[in-house]
């Protein structure tokens, strides 16, 4: 069966903190992504990644940046976070051809204080 | 500019009868186009899928419709159960380079199945 897996599903920071949410998939997906949900604003695109240490630009990338050195691993830092971070975080993966569904993780509720 | 619209945030339907949950695009050059389901405290799973070359494909209780020409799509759910509650965000994506794959999606519309 396939997984993703981010590392907490919880998570606490302090203001200008430099935060890591971690993602792992054992699919051998290309692509992955990380999105942010906040409520009547669906899924926004942060970053995503077609291939190792490649990296596009999603939606909002402002106060984002990501990193990918492994296929199956996909990291999100926030470089100071900043409460307007608070969110929750999905990590998703997926084949590199057009159409191929997207498979998430549970999410990583953040709360920056 | 939102790409992929979910006009109605919420929908209300008793036991049995059908769910119709609507997405309109604008871009011309999205090919596929995918549903999710999203239940609370967990990510979103894929649910059903069509190509542009199609107008109709199902899976069991599930059928999504494509009208091309309007840039409208549909998701019927019938007959509902109370299990199919959760949020329904509608999905776009290209074919071509290294776009293939990135998905823009909709706001998503909670739909609530009343026993």
């Known amino acids: 069966d396939v997984k993703v897996t981010q590392s907490s599903r919880y998570l606490v920071k302090r203001t200008g903190e430099k935060v890591f949410l971690e993602c792992v998939q054992d699919?051998?997906?290309?692509?992955m992504f990380w999105y942010r949900q906040d409520p009547g604003l669906g899924l926004r695109l942060i970053y995503f990644s077609y291939d190792v240490k490649m990296k596009e630009k999603g939606d909002i990338p402002e106060g984002y940046s990501v990193s990918r050195e492994k296929k199956e691993r996909f990291s999100l830092i926030l470089e100071s976070a900043s409460t307007n971070q608070t969110s929750m975080y999905l990590c998703?993966?997926?084949?590199?051809?057009?159409?191929?569904?997207?498979?998430f993780g549970d999410g990583t509720r953040l709360s920056i204080l | 500019d939102q790409q992929v619209k979910q006009n109605s945030p919420s929908l209300s339907v008793q036991e049995g009868r059908i769910s119709i949950l609507n997405c309109d695009y604008t871009?011309?050059?999205?090919?596929?186009f995918l549903w999710y389901k999203k239940y609370p405290a967990e990510g979103p799973t894929f649910l059903i899928s069509i190509s542009s070359i199609k107008d109709k494909n199902e899976d069991g209780r599930f059928t999504v419709f494509l009208n091309k020409s309007a840039k409208h799509l549909s998701l019927h759910i019938v007959p509902s159960q109370p299990g199919d509650s959760a949020v329904y965000f509608c999905a776009a994506s290209p074919s071509f380079n290294t776009n293939a794959g990135k998905s823009t999606f909709g706001d998503g519309t909670t739909l609530t199945v009343k026993p």
């Open positions: 699919m051998d997906h290309e692509n």
């Open positions: 871009n011309s050059m999205f090919d596929y």
């Open positions: 998703a993966s997926s084949l590199g051809t057009g159409g191929q569904p997207q498979h």
